[in-house]
C-alpha cells in the first residue's frame, strides 16, 4: 500500500519525533495513556486515510514517573490511529458520534484487562481514543463497537508480551538486552519490523508499533526505533 514507502517513513519520522526519548513525559495528558501524542493535524480531514498505526504500551515503563492505580503485567494496548502517507494524521473527525460505553457492554471485560486506563481505572481512555482516532477510522471501521472489537483482535494477534518471555527478554530493573536481538526476534514472529519506542530514560521499552494496511494487515512501518541499543523492560510496582 501507500504507506509501506517513504512517505510512510516520513510520518513515522514525525511520531518519532512526538515520542522519541520523550514518550513518557508526552503520556502525561489527563486520560493517561489517552493523550500520549500532540499531533499536527488535530481537526477533521475529509482525505481518505492510508493506514493504521497500532501501538502497545509497557505500562511499567509508563507508570515510573507517575502514580498509577493499575500495573499489568504486560503490553496494553494504547490506541488504533488511522495515518496518512503524508506524514499527518486525522482527528476528531466526528463530533456527532461521541463514545458510548453502552455501545461496548459486551466488551467492556475484555478492554478492561487489555486496554486499560492505568493512572484511573476508568473509561476516560477509550473515550479519548474513540473520539479522537475512532471517528477517523470510517469507512473501514463503521462503529464503536466495530472499531474497539477489531483493536481488541490485534492484541491477540500481536501482543509481542509471551513472545518476550519465552526467549529470555524478561522484565528487569537492571539487566539490559540487546535491541536488534528484539528486533530480531519481533520480525521473526510478526513477519515485518515492529517499531520499538523508548522513554525519557533512555533505556526503557515504552511501547511497540505496528503498522497495518486498511485490510489490517502487516506491513513495516519502515523506521528504525529511537532506542539505544541496549534496552530494559521495567518490572511492574505492584501486580494487578
Known amino acids: 500500500g501507500e504507506g509501506k514507502g517513504g512517505a ?51 505500562p ?5 514517573e507517575r502514580s498509577c492505580e493499575l500495573h499489568p503485567t504486560g503490553f496494553t494496548i494504547h490506541g488504533l490511529w488511522p495515518n496518512y502517507a503524508d506524514g499527518s494524521w486525522p482527528a476528531f473527525c466526528n463530533n456527532s458520534y461521541p463514545f458510548s460505553l453502552d455501545e461496548l457492554s459486551d466488551l467492556t471485560v475484555s478492554l478492561h484487562k487489555t486496554w486499560p486506563d492505568v493512572i484511573k481505572d476508568s473509561d476516560s481512555l477509550w473515550a479519548h481514543e474513540w473520539n479522537k482516532h475512532g471517528t477517523c477510522s470510517s469507512p473501514i471501521l463503521k462503529n464503536e463497537h466495530e472499531y474497539f472489537t477489531q483493536a481488541l483482535e490485534l492484541h491477540t494477534q500481536l501482543d509481542p508480551t509471551k513472545i518476550l518471555l519465552d526467549n529470555g527478554f524478561s522484565p528487569s530493573d ?25 522513554s525519557s530514560r533512555g533505556q526503557d521499552i515504552a511501547q511497540v508499533e505496528y503498522c497495518l494496511d486498511k485490510s489490517f494487515k502487516l506491513i513495516d ?12 523492560l521495567p518490572t511492574p510496582k505492584h501486580s494487578s
Open 8 to 58: 510512510m517513513g516520513r510520518g513515522t519520522e514525525r511520531r518519532r519525533a512526538a515520542v522519541g526519548l520523550a514518550v513518557t513525559m508526552a503520556m502525561a495528558a489527563a486520560v493517561g495513556m489517552g493523550a500520549a501524542f500532540v499531533t499536527d493535524v488535530e481537526q477533521a480531514d475529509s482525505r481518505s486515510f492510508d493506514y493504521f498505526v497500532y501501538t502497545l504500551s509497557w
Open 60 to 64: 511499567s515503563t509508563f507508570c515510573e
Open 174 to 198: 537492571s539487566k539490559t538486552y540487546s535491541l536488534r536481538s528484539i528486533d530480531a526476534l519481533l520480525q521473526k514472529s510478526f513477519g515485518v519490523v515492529p517499531v520499538v519506542g523508548c
Open 221 to 232: 512501518c519502515d523506521q528504525s526505533s529511537s532506542c539505544p541499543s541496549r534496552v530494559k
